[in-house]
């Protein structure tokens, strides 16, 4: 299954792929499966709700940290994320009264009015989308469960090999699991790596420069072979499946 299958596709790979070596924006990045992409970072809202210190591990098992909002643009996002409660990553554990924020926060707070007043029965900090607080931060006990939003790192797309994919000048039909814009061939690639429903992908490029990416749920041995068509005109579709 592995190389190129046809000689058309090195043209196809300089029409459709490398011409992004020549654009003002030479890598595409992409989020993992799961996580939403917003102003350059990856974001992940845990539907379990858990403790501050469980959630904090949590985050960092999955390859990123609790979220603790840098400006009001990033909290009125996570304001969006959650309408309930959620933590963020801020404490006075170790010093009461002396909040402690992840690295990137900037020293940005967003207290409600006459906040914080807890004591050191509340070092932990959450996020509330109740009525009246709009984002507005409090301090609470730690040992409360709420929301929890992950903060991870894009991935390069250009980290994918493309040399793991067999390319075509076809599209499987009928199987999408997802659309999205793309740059490139190598940045479906990703995708679809980084996504563990994903059996193969279409590239479409249209008359006007846009290129779709398309996840499929399934590869063209496991479907009717009617599904699998060659595409009309040179270069407006490829098919990749390793």
Known sequence: MGGFCLPSVLLILF???????????????????????WGGSCYKLLEERMTWHEGRLKCQEMGGEMVAPSSLEENNYLLSKTSYRAW????????????????????YRNWNADEPNGGTSENCVEILS???????????????EYHIICKGEEVVATKAKLKQWRLLASCLTG?????????????????????PRCRSFNVLRFGTGE???????????????????????????????R
């Open 211 to 241: 290129r779709i990416c398309q996840l499929n749920n399934s590869t063209r041995y496991e479907t009717d072979h009617t599904q699998f068509v060659k595409s009309e005109k040179p270069f407006t579709c490829i098919y990749g499946e």
């Open 15 to 37: 029409t459709i792929g490398m011409s992004s070596a020549h654009s003002c924006k030479p890598h595409q990045m992409v989020c993992p499966f799961g996580w939403e992409s």
């Open 175 to 195: 199987h999408t699991l997802r659309e999205i814009p793309t740059s490139n061939v190598r940045a479906c690639a990703t995708v679809c790596h980084y996504d």
């Open 88 to 107: 963020v990553n801020c404490n006075d554990l170790e010093n009461e009264g002396q909040w402690d924020c992840t690295s990137d926060n900037g020293g």
């Open 130 to 144: 109740l009525t009246g607080w709009d984002g507005k931060w409090n301090d609470g006990p730690c040992s409360n």
